[in-house]
């Protein structure tokens, strides 16, 4: 079942399948990981859900909700 990494829970991972961001934060997404096949797990929410905390390959990032909405994961 596919769904937005944004709705992912604290602790809940998936299986990148798509990402629609423009061209710039794709690169810039790309090198911290964010690419298809990875595992990305949601490690962290700020209080208003924004912006969200997530691990790849032991690498912790934060992503507004705005960008993780166009990054589509399954369920791993």
């Not at 990494?5 to 990402?19: M, N, Q, Y």
């Not at 797990?41 to 969200?52: A, E, G, H, K, T």
Request: glycine share 6%; charged share 30%.
């Amino acid at each position: 079942m596919e769904k937005k990494a944004s709705d992912l829970l604290v602790g809940e991972s998936g299986i990148i399948k798509k990402i629609d961001l423009e061209e710039q934060k794709y690169f810039k997404t790309l090198h911290l990981g964010v690419c298809k096949e990875n595992r990305i797990q949601c490690v962290f929410r700020s209080p208003l859900n924004d912006p969200i905390a997530y691990k790849i390959y032991g690498s912790v990032f934060a992503l507004r909700q705005e960008d993780a909405e166009k990054i589509m994961v399954e369920y791993a």
